[in-house]
């Protein structure tokens, strides 16, 4: 039998007092967009909801670690309101974690700039991917032109390039070399607060659940167990979601989770006592869909 769970409006309120109110999902066009990356499963919809949880607190939290980071947008927002002192990203998939090298480090300006200056037809797209790259660089260009030019920004083995895109323009649908070039060094700036690791998230969160002074935003880019999306969507995607959940009951710090709606993450939630709420957003073709956000008891 699962406990009931609540259903969470998106409210900026909603963690001073402790009460839900109703409210609408939250339009990701009034969130500031950071992140160079587009990303199945991005949390951006969430990021009201990650600022009320970490400014409702008495004492601001050092650190916030984010042992899935994907496309970052949850760790680039908590540097860039200042919402903890510091910001650990990890992520396990070395393309990804290439991107975040090379735009963390004096590298950052390179990338920028062979952005701007790339000539985006699909033939030299091909081109560039197909290319053996020769540094660290060069795989977060060909990860950045995945990334940009692929259906939905889905980079796993299988998928490939957009043909028609939004209004014909194919590729170049999702293809903003000024806007990444102006996110790419702009978070550059924002490096003294971003530690970056290229290392299994699942490793760190275990080695550092006796820390008091930090908080966990987790959203692994995986499906809840069952489920076969993930397969398709991540390269990395085969977690042991037990072993993550009895992490968590080990933090001494505060902690976020996010996942599909699933009565298996209910179940694993219920049975170590954590507190489950139901989250309103906007899906594929804008159907309106929940997912879950399993906290410590209450």
């Keep these: 039998m699962f406990q009931q769970t609540q259903v969470l409006p998106i409210q900026l309120s909603l963690f001073d007092d402790g009460q839900l109110r109703p409210s609408t999902i939250v339009n990701v066009a009034s969130v500031k967009q950071l992140s160079p990356f587009r990303y199945p499963g991005g949390k951006t919809w969430l990021v009201p909801v990650v600022r009320d949880w970490l400014k409702a607190r008495k004492e601001k939290i050092h650190e916030v670690i984010e042992p899935f980071a994907g496309g970052g947008i949850i760790g680039l927002t908590v540097a860039h309101e200042q919402l903890a002192d510091h910001v650990t990203m990890i992520e396990l998939d070395p393309d990804v974690a290439a991107v975040w090298h090379v735009i963390l480090s004096k590298d950052f300006e390179w990338l920028a700039q062979r952005i701007l200056d790339f000539d985006l037809t699909p033939e030299n797209v091909n081109q560039a991917i197909a290319s053996e790259a020769r540094n660290t660089k060069e795989r977060a260009l060909q990860t950045i032109l995945k990334n940009r030019t692929y259906h939905g920004g889905i980079m796993a083995p299988g998928s490939g390039q957009l043909k028609h895109g939004e209004n014909g323009k194919g590729i170049a649908s999702r293809w903003y070399p000024e806007?990444?070039?102006?996110?790419?060094r702009y978070i550059a700036t924002l490096r003294d607060r971003i530690t970056f690791l290229e290392a299994d998230g699942l490793e760190y969160i275990e080695?550092?659940?006796?820390?008091?002074?930090?908080?966990?935003?987790?959203?692994p880019p995986y499906t809840a167990p069952g489920k076969q999306a993930g397969n398709r969507l991540y390269r990395f995607h085969q977690l042991d979601h037990e072993r993550l959940f009895d992490i968590a009951t080990t933090f001494k710090g505060d902690f976020m989770m996010t996942y599909d709606n699933a009565e298996s993450?209910?179940?694993?939630?219920?049975?170590?006592?954590?507190?489950?709420?139901?989250?309103?957003?906007?899906?594929?073709?804008?159907?309106?869909?929940?997912e879950l956000l399993v906290s410590p008891a209450q």
């Design 179 to 184: 806007t990444l070039a102006r996110r790419i």
């Design 265 to 290: 993450v209910q179940e694993m939630a219920e049975k170590r006592g954590f507190s489950i709420s139901r989250v309103p957003m906007k899906g594929t073709h804008h159907k309106e869909v929940f």
């Design 207 to 219: 080695r550092t659940a006796f820390r008091t002074d930090v908080a966990y935003f987790i959203d």
